[in-house]
């Protein structure tokens, strides 16, 4: 029986072919071994063991609190010990294992224990003492700061299984970057204390870093915002003693100068003369909510710069785009090629499809000169594009037309929301309200887009529905009524939509007033002529009846017989009695009767 379940190879391992149920305890049994002339015999004592319910647990109560989220630093060595997983005590005969799953190889593993290792690409784990290392260097700007882990037990044939997380801890590793070593800015002669100069913005990988602006050394003339990079004249300038002032700024990770991860900019602001004015746009900060499924070449904006001597001198303004740079999740890296502006006429376009940088934000350097290809006489606006999705538009519901959704009408509601929800709003239409399929006169459908203050970027709609149906709840007053709109869809020309509805709006009224009052005049005509002609008719049939009695009382004129009366006994002709007189009266009058008489008629000639 034991030679059935029992075999051993060419090399004397000692293998089981079969299930050893029933067999516990120790057996013995001899091994011959030969070479072909000698031979050997060995004594072999086997101890089953009888098997144990032996079901494997995690221990939950660890320090995560039962969360397996084990944290390691970006750029950490190889091996680097993560922590160990816990198991709940077993019988001291169970042979407990630590194993990882391994879901990679599903496809090429078909045995289930098979797909329980040692070892993944990203960790390895002890099987005895479930201590956890990496495996490889990790990058939190190059992998997944979040990378989800399956650890395992095995015992006896019984194994278990639960989810883990292995978190990238975000370090400042990276360097400052500027989009360019030296940039250029003009300002006119004796301009007073707070002129804007321009800005600059340097962007870094890491995006738990905050970036600070600061001069290289003292500088009474110009001063920079230590976060926004905006540069603003504090002293005075004079072109007859310098034409150009040159200074550097420093971008750091810190609040104070630092020269760990810092970036240099070498700026020149050139001092014009008060007879030639460079071009100034009218809005130097633009705001532009797009949507991602614009498609190339669409007009997004029209850049408008003028030139104070444009008239004088006949100048033509030039608008190039002096450099873009994509932001998302507070990561900054330049872009080239999506967006092109006409020379000539500043308008904004779409060179490709932004369905990949949806939920981000473009941040574009718009410069303008009044001399072609002329970098040191220009002027410099920003566009900020934030790309958002269907799924990011809030619908609210307002009292009022469209034609009533005025700047300063609109300007106040988006306050309020902006103010409730501590973000950004964004109206981008403005449309008629619709209920089951009517068409509601005195509402009006905002359109929203909202972003975060701090990072610009599009708050999911579902997000900002629960949260304004939050701050409802507890009480704010006067929020519209909001709901996800994902079938919002936005064409290239909708930022346009709600000037094109408040100026069609009062047409279509005008048109729709005169369109009914043509046609109650309509119906007043058809209910009078109906009248007039029955009234016709009425009066037609009652003369006709008048005539027809008329004609009917009318008697046939009927010639006057003679009448003679005889006596029965006396036939002379002097005896017969003529009547005249009744007969005329009878016919003068037109009453007469009929009666029959039984009479002789006799002719007087006749004896």
Known sequence: MLSKLIKVDNNGTVTTTGPLQGLDGNVMFEVIVSDGKHTAIAEVNLEIMRNFDCHPQFDMETEQGGNFVFEIQENAPIKFALGKVKAEAMDEKCVLEFTLWDEEKNENLMKHNELFVYNTADISIDNATGELKTNRVFDAEMDDVRIPVVLGLRSQGHTAKMGAELRIIDLNDNPLRFAVDEIHFKVPENSPNGTFIGAIEAYDKDAIDHIFYHFDEPNNIFTVNATSGQIHLIGAIDREKADKHSFTIIATNSNTFSSLHSAMIRV????????????????????????????????????????????????????????????????????????????????????????????????????????????????VAVVKAIVHSPSDVVTAQVAGAPSRMTRKVLGEIVNKLSSATDSDAHVVAVEFTTELGQTVKDASSLYIVFTGRDSGEPIPAEKMVAKMDRLRAEGVKNLPLVRADQHYSASPDHKETIAMVSSLAPVFIVLLFFITLLAIVIFIFSIMVCVYRRRYYSLKKAKEDVMAIKNSQKTPEIQRPMLAIKNGSDRNPSSTISTPSIVDSCYRSGKYDVQEAKMDVVNPEDD
């Open 268 to 379: 020149n602001v050139h001092i014009q003369d008060m007879n030639d004015n460079p071009p100034e746009f009218s809005i130097k900060d633009h705001i532009m909510i797009m949507n991602d499924a614009t498609v190339a070449g669409a007009a997004l904006l029209r850049m408008r710069a003028e030139d104070p001597d444009e008239e004088k001198d006949g100048q033509q303004i030039f608008y190039r785009i002096a450099g873009t740079t994509f932001e998302y999740r507070r990561v900054v890296h330049p872009v080239d090629e999506v967006f092109s502006i006409g020379e000539k006429t500043g308008d904004l376009r779409l060179e490709k499809n932004v369905k990949d940088f949806t939920g981000g934000r473009f941040n574009i350097l718009i410069a303008a000169s009044d001399k072609n290809n002329t970098k040191g006489h220009e002027r």
